[in-house]
């Protein structure tokens, strides 16, 4: 009796389990996102086979231009640079792949494109670009489905907003807009971190506030609870320190959180019962943002 419980406890960890084969089309912001999502996956009794075709900064229209590089001549390896940082360097050939042969390279199951985000306000910089792109990608991977990531706003103390006509709300509700827009005129489905981003952004008792005191190197201003990189201090052209923002990319928290969101969307799996809190971030944090998660993507 009891060996039969074993293999009916056994099925039903087998069944639980899903496998998902994962291509991202995208830029620094696909990256942020799948930080942790392997960790993630396997802390949900999950697998998942990652693949990236990711260029830094790169909009819809850009994939699109580099195919088609590699469509006129597979062999010009300006239309080769996924698998490494772009541009390319001439004469060096590591491995780089066309967009055509990454999206041969498996079967995916899931292949998600998103906005380059400092345009991802403005929808006429989306059609017919993303459509094309969808339409690019469903030549040579048929049976997966398209999905769009939806990215997010910058911080609120990001220099983008410092002449006073944008923000971190209004940023958002036109990035969400245009998102939700492209997703109806395409039929698509939509990961909603932007979403996520912008609700734990505005939790008042535990969101980020920005510093008001001066930083000395090499301090930082105070980030707590920060989900984008922001301050570090880097060189300038006179060899003095320097401090600059990076109010773009997610820090810990926010690939985290983004993480949690792929997650759920990903695996039809609440993240409020994972365990994985990586080094970086406390776990009283984690907590928050797998509840934020999950209260997202069940909306």
Request: glycine residues 8%; contains cysteine; charged residues 20%.
């Amino acid at each position: 009796m009891r060996k039969s419980v074993g293999f009916l406890l056994q099925d039903q960890v087998l069944e639980k389990e899903k496998k998902v084969k994962l291509l991202t089309v995208g830029n620094s912001f696909s990256q942020n996102a799948c930080q942790y999502l392997g960790e993630l996956a396997k802390a949900g009794g999950h697998k998942i086979l990652l693949g990236h075709a990711d260029i830094g900064g790169c909009p819809f229209d850009k994939h699109l231009e580099i195919a088609g590089l590699a469509e006129a001549n597979p062999e010009n390896i300006n239309g080769k640079p996924y698998g490494q940082d772009w541009p390319v360097v001439p004469g060096k050939d590591l491995g780089r792949k066309s967009l055509k042969e990454m999206l041969t390279l498996e079967e995916w199951d899931i292949i998600t494109i998103q906005q380059y985000s400092w345009i991802s306000d403005d929808y006429s910089k989306y059609q017919p670009h993303a459509g094309n792109l969808g339409a690019y990608i469903k030549l040579y991977a048929t049976n997966a489905e398209i999905v769009i990531h939806e990215t997010w706003a910058y911080r609120c103390d990001d220099p983008r907003y410092t002449s006073g006509n944008d923000s971190q709300e209004k940023m958002y509700v036109k990035l969400r807009n245009a998102y939700q827009r492209l997703a109806s005129d395409l039929v698509l489905r939509m990961i909603p971190v932007g979403d996520a981003f912008y609700v734990v952004d505005n939790i008042p008792a535990w969101s980020y506030k920005p510093s008001t005191s001066k930083a000395i190197y090499p301090e930082l201003p105070d980030q707590t609870h920060s989900l984008h990189y922001g301050w570090y201090w880097t060189k300038n052209e006179h060899g003095e320190n320097e401090l600059q923002m990076d109010g773009h990319h997610a820090s810990a928290l926010g690939c985290y959180l983004a993480g949690c969101v792929w997650y759920e969307f990903l695996f039809n799996d609440n993240a409020e019962n994972l365990t994985y809190v990586p080094p970086e971030i406390s776990a009283v944090d984690a907590v928050i943002l797998r509840k934020a998660a999950h209260g997202i993507v069940r909306l």
